[in-house]
């Protein structure tokens, strides 16, 4: 009886162990794809900021949208949605480097937290990311293509972790102003830009 008693509390406590992890897991995760989301995000945001101002290194951060998801959703469903995002996902953690870290934000906005310490260097990545994006989609039901807009923020050691994602963001609208497909460094108009956006949307 001893014995059947002390297997099932280590089976009990094992079972526990397990479901905390897994519920640890999902608080941090995005259930699609699996990726890192936004509070893990600005956690390692964070991390990354404090590093740099000790070690003297910058970093990028790049804000990715996807071009024409809404109207792939609308038009084949949400299951054709799903496995579209997967598969970007899975695309752009191919092309990042091994300490970089790619975060799912909502919808079809990803972010790129990637050790580039020049601007070069973040054009490459972007240059690279955006062509295995443009490449067809197989494996899924539909033949789907999709391209991205990309802002890409460019850490100074003056800025906070609100502030560099507010940037890449803005720069991100402006590659999508341009006509898409395409991607663009923040530049302090472009956070003008946006705030004028919005108080013509709050006024109309």
């Not at 404090?50 to 998801?69: M, P, S, V, W, Y």
């Not at 937290?113 to 990311?129: K, V």
């Amino acid at each position: 009886l001893d014995r059947r008693l002390e297997m099932h509390t280590a089976a009990l406590a094992s079972s526990l162990a397990d479901a905390n992890k897994e519920l640890q897991f999902l608080a941090l995760h995005d259930s699609l794809t699996k990726l890192p989301n936004r509070a893990l995000l600005d956690d390692r945001l964070e991390r990354e900021i404090q590093r740099a101002r000790k070690e003297h290194n910058g970093f990028a951060l790049f804000f990715i949208d996807l071009d024409t998801f809404k109207q792939i959703n609308d038009a084949f469903g949400r299951h054709t949605g799903d496995c579209l995002l997967v598969e970007v996902a899975n695309r752009i953690k191919a092309i990042a480097g091994a300490r970089d870290m790619l975060a799912h934000i909502s919808g079809d906005e990803f972010a790129l937290l990637a050790a580039a310490n020049s601007s070069a260097d973040a054009a490459r990545l972007a240059e690279n990311l955006m062509a295995a994006l443009r490449e067809p989609l197989a494996g899924m039901d539909r033949d789907c293509r999709v391209t991205a807009s990309v802002g890409i923020a460019l850490y100074d050691k003056k800025m906070e972790r609100q502030q560099l994602l507010r940037n890449a963001e803005a720069a991100m609208y402006h590659a999508k102003s341009l006509g898409r497909d395409g991607y663009c460094f923040f530049d302090s108009s472009m956070s003008n830009d946006v705030q004028e956006q919005l108080t013509l949307l709050h006024d109309l």
